[in-house]
């Protein structure tokens, strides 16, 4: 079946992780990443599941409350099967994702930017995003400083530039 081929890992997006098995006829309890339920419902028909990346056929989507979904998979029919899935990522390929307002991102697109400041100074390259509770928080690492934490709010940023591998910082007293 074309699309069946597992895509290479650059080409996916982490949209959850197997929790435990759902019911008894191979239900899976999801802790979701996506925001976008309704998304993975009408426009996802394949998953990739665990390090090997296994393609299944997603034929079900419930919302069992925020940030857990029920997923159906039409090789997965008992309990059994669906334990042993226990704890394994669930992927989707990132061309199938919902797509992204003008404004937003994927958190691993930000890391490996090169961040500058407005003036264009080089600040340093972006090592992780760490998500607060508050919002996202860039961990910008910087030759011979300590690392500088920016939060990803429009009082700072200026431009966000993934495809040309960089971020413009606008830096205020004390930020840096």
């Not at 992927?91 to 697109?109: K, S, T, V």
């Not at 090169?114 to 928080?137: F, I, K, M, P, S």
């Not at 009082?155 to 930020?175: H, K, Q």
Request: charged share 25%; with cysteine.
């Amino acid at each position: 079946m074309d699309g069946m081929s597992s895509p290479s890992p650059d080409e996916l997006l982490l949209i959850g992780q197997v929790a435990a098995p759902f019911g008894t006829r191979g239900q899976l309890k999801v802790k979701s990443y996506t925001d976008r339920p309704e998304h993975l419902r009408r426009h996802v028909r394949i998953v990739y599941l665990g390090k090997e990346r296994t393609p299944h056929t997603l034929t079900g989507v419930f919302e069992h409350k925020p940030g857990l979904l029920i997923l159906s998979l039409r090789e997965i029919t008992s309990r059994a099967a669906a334990d042993d899935l226990r704890g394994c990522e669930v992927f989707i390929r990132e061309a199938e994702a919902a797509p992204l307002a003008e404004d937003e991102y994927f958190l691993h697109q930000l890391v490996g930017l090169v961040a500058v400041t407005v003036a264009g100074e080089a600040l340093g390259q972006v090592r992780e995003v760490l998500e607060t509770g508050a919002g996202d928080v860039l961990v910008i690492s910087r030759p011979g400083s300590a690392d500088a934490l920016v939060p990803m709010v429009r009082d700072f940023i200026a431009e966000l530039d993934i495809p040309g591998g960089r971020i413009v910082i606008r830096p205020i007293a004390g930020l840096l």
